[in-house]
């Protein structure tokens, strides 16, 4: 990998971390009156379904795109470092590779970054960005 190279992947990392992080202080926003944390919510249940398209619908109208709280920079990051250790520990697969894994799941956020902005005011800015 080139010096470029490297530097669109750190650059593209660092715009990713920050639209998370927005995206996290954007959401508590919203739920604030309800005292729930935007990492919190149980994306698989009928009321957590209900927080995240409200919240969905107020994050592409504000910030321009949207990210579940699975998506998030930190949730990404736990989960690498999870199976990180789990495959240290010797309780993975034989075959784990660690830097697959997060890869995959990265182009499926930053995929679903994109999409978020579908027929949006800012599907421009986002298509073809990572």
Known sequence: MNADEFRDYCLGFIFYKYLSERQHLYANEILAEDRIDF???DESSQEGQEYLEAIKEESIASLGYFLKPSELFSSLAERALGAKKAHEENLADEDFESSNFILDDLAQVLN??????MGKDSEEDFDHLF
Do not use: F, K, V
Request: charged letters at 35%; proline letters at 0%.
């Open 39 to 41: 990492l919190e919510l």
């Open 112 to 117: 679903s970054i994109e999409r978020s902005t």
